[in-house]
């Protein structure tokens, strides 16, 4: 079967990708090794879709270029998207930051995406297993266990590695591999962080506690909730943190963010208040028992020097601590890493090695924030291949 353009994967970009070809007359095959596609769609968003955000910056990205992302992003904003969720009439609301989600369900997305490829005339195939991917001349030849399917262009939409058991894998790595492309290393990102076993042996029983704070990397920063769990830390601002976060480094958590440890202290220093106590009235309280236990224990106030307050205060807005790792790609949200964008071209995702050959979403060594930024990278990568394959 000969086709002007196949994509390799059903998910997000893939498919936005082969709608917005199809548009254009080309005729179109999008194939799915899944038994369907939008997986990972679905469970999104707890199963709403947190399917964009009206904020959406080249700054809410990490790509080791900085401009290569701009002019995708540019050219199909999260108001383009917008309005193809309003045309299907899909009910939705902003949560937070600019974070839209379906009113109903997820399933929505996966209903408005294969409505346009089926609009479009793009063919879908599930359980579709590739056997081999080869260049000629002319051609891209797909061998899968469905048969042979040649095109003038191959998109790559594979995703990245994160959560293998929805059945992630290194596919569109190893692809272009074998076209000659570098890869940046993938590791897992928005992801909840481990704790050494001390730390863990402290805080695993307060598992679901959360705390609202900053929490800093560098000269990255983010106010959201940080959540306890039996592995260690994680909530929003420790997913965020995350995505920037190399082994070994150390984190800054500011666990009063609108107020000043060294007053609230202060008011209390004759007091035969305990530590813990006057922490718990601005923390969980059993949170304020685990912190206090691990970094200086819990006395009436009065007992503390000078300098132990001033240590403590200093502590309660800095508190520093080193991860032993992440919980890795089987609960991570997204991959960071993936083709290298100096192998593309900015304007079209196209290899400047392989003419014909295109890298999209996630496969590709860009990242987004937490909160509807990759999904709008899928539909903005996959508009750009979409225009020019």
């Known amino acids: ?69 701009k002019s995708a992003l540019a050219r199909f904003t999260p108001f383009d998207f917008i309005e193809l969720v309003r045309k299907h009439k899909i009910a939705y609301h902003e949560k937070k930051l600019g974070q839209l989600f379906c009113d109903d369900s997820s399933q929505q997305i996966v209903r408005l995406l294969l409505e346009e490829c089926r609009r479009a005339r793009a063919e879908i195939r599930v359980n579709c297993k590739i056997q081999s991917v080869e260049k000629t001349s002319q051609t891209f030849v797909v061998e899968t266990n469905q048969g042979r399917f040649e095109s003038e262009s191959l998109v790559v939409a594979t995703g990245g590695l994160s959560i293998p058991q929805m059945g992630a894998t290194d596919f569109g790595h190893r692809l272009a591999r074998q076209f000659g492309l570098k890869i940046v290393q993938p590791k897992p990102a928005l992801v909840p962080f481990t704790l050494a076993e001390n730390d863990r042996r402290v805080f695993s029983p307060i598992s679901g506690i959360s705390v609202d704070a900053v929490v800093s990397l560098r000269d990255q920063q983010f106010r959201e909730n940080l959540l306890v769990t039996h592995q260690g830390l994680s909530g929003p601002a420790i997913l965020q943190i995350s995505s920037y976060w190399n082994s070994g480094e150390a984190i800054e958590i500011d666990l009063l963010p609108d107020g000043s440890a060294e007053e609230l202290l202060g008011s209390e220093r004759d007091s035969l208040k305990e530590l813990k106590t006057l922490l718990g009235q601005h923390w969980p309280q059993r949170f304020a028992q685990a912190w206090t236990q691990i970094q200086a224990g819990s006395k009436p106030l009065r007992q503390y020097s000078n300098k132990e307050l001033f240590a403590i205060a200093e502590s309660i807005h800095r508190w520093r601590i080193t991860p032993n790792g992440t919980e890795g790609f089987r609960k991570a ?57």
């Open 333 to 389: 949200e997204v991959t960071a890493g993936g083709v290298d964008t100096d192998e593309l071209s900015s304007k079209t995702m196209e290899s400047r090695r392989v003419p014909g050959l295109h890298f999209i979403g996630e496969v590709v060594d860009v990242t987004g924030w937490l909160g509807g930024y990759n999904f709008q990278w899928a539909w903005a990568s996959g508009h750009a291949a979409g225009q020019n394959v």
């Open 1 to 69: 079967m000969k086709k002007d353009v196949i994509v390799i994967g059903g998910g997000a970009a893939g498919l936005f990708c082969a709608l917005t070809a199809g548009k254009r007359g080309r005729a179109v095959l999008v194939i799915e090794h899944a038994e369907k596609i939008g997986k990972k769609i679905l469970i999104s968003g707890g199963g709403r879709c947190n399917f964009t955000n009206l904020h959406t910056a080249p700054e809410n990205f990490i790509c080791r270029n900085p401009n290569f992302h």
